[in-house]
């Protein structure tokens, strides 16, 4: 054999690739991420071989040492990576010929690459959902925090951005605390149903040799062997799975962004961020920028753009194995990557936020927000059917725009002008608390709503 040869399938070959051939084909430079679960996955299946009478015990001794040298050369940053080992797989099992020798060779019995880079790939993914599930709750914790110290600090709730009914501050924080409860779920549910193991799968017919995948996949912690060989080795979706719950939790978090950035804004006024989650600017001096909402607003685009690439990659992939699917690490990388620096920053940004109390209740009260009360009262008080109430409000909101005033502004007897059977009492429903306190349906805004939910939250997240 020729040094320009493979190790590993030398034998066939005459010629060793060309150069462009070896840099189009080697994964070494992302997949190197992988090296733990690979020597992990390696371990167990050295300790099963000689569990199974396949190899020798003094060889799976030899291996396991040796594997473990070979992580602690990778971690300490001395491991030499080799571009012409194309990928973690083989420059983990050359550096282990080099340590060990001749039972190095043995390691691969029994297996493939295939299922190897299958299970490495889904221990890597596996991890991530964990990942996922702490930075949510993390943030969920922070959000929590800033829903019962202003449960009853009340805000104008929007449609179409457009004031619509005064809300509290804790029900617009309890919100995200749903929504991203839900992607703790997604992540949870996509690493139950992947956590099988690919191992023993082999190139991707299963082997002749008496192996016990039981035993593997319970020392990966997975909870039971993968049942079809061919799936093991030929699907993704466990990958998808995993960037699909992450492009919706980015969603989220893009969405809440997007309104830090309104709220910070010297229009609105409703939040100041902390100068540890700000930047200024080079020329204006005055500037305090939200640089760190914008980009959690932004960053949903590398989220999803791996999503995109590995179904588009998938897709029309005849079983099992194409090296196609070596397509699927990098991206999902720099997702998950992305996702987990987001939730980290958003969480940052929600400890130190402040909202401004005297600036959400003042825009509360503007725009007519109390309109639908005044309408509720008709309805309640006077007996009105609502349609007729709805009409008599709207023609009090043109009365009161007329003036340049809002509806608690306007005098008894201007109403009275509108509808006789109005009285003194309206104007109760026309302040922004008592609007606020009177939605105390579940799920509803009022304080007390609110307060119980933040409770049932703090249970949940312990
Ligand atoms: N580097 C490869 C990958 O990421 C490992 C599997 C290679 N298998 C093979 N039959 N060429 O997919």
Known sequence: MTNSQNAMWGGRFAEGPDAIMEAINASIGFDRRLAAQDIRGSRAHAAMLAAQGIITDSDAAAIREGLLTVLSEIEAGT???STALEDIHMNVEARLKDLIGEPAGRLHTA???????ATDFRLWVRDQCDAAVEGLQALQRALVTQAEAGADWVMPGFTHLQTAQPVTWG????????????????????RARMNECPLGAAALAGTSFPIDRGATAAALGFDRPCANSLDAVSDRDFALEFLSAASICAVHLSRFAEELVIWSSAQFRFVVLSDRFSTGSSIMPQKKNPDAAELIRAKIGRVLGAQVALFTVMKGLPLTYSKDMQEDKEQLFDAADTLMLSLAAMEGMV?????????????????????????????RELGLPFREAHHVTGSLVALAEGKGCDLPDLTLDEMRGVHAGIREAVFEVLGVRNSVASRASYGGTAPEQVRAQAARWKEVLG
């Open 79 to 81: 491991f030499r990576f």
């Open 351 to 379: 400890c130190d936020m402040s909202a401004n109390r005297e600036a959400l209740e003042s825009a509360a009260a503007s725009g007519f927000s109390t309109a639908t009360d005044l309408a509720d009262w008709l309805v």
């Open 111 to 117: 297996r493939s690459r295939n299922d190897q880079v």
């Open 171 to 190: 029900h617009h924080m309890l919100a995200y605390v749903e929504m991203l409860g839900r992607d703790v779920g997604r992540f949870a549910d996509a």
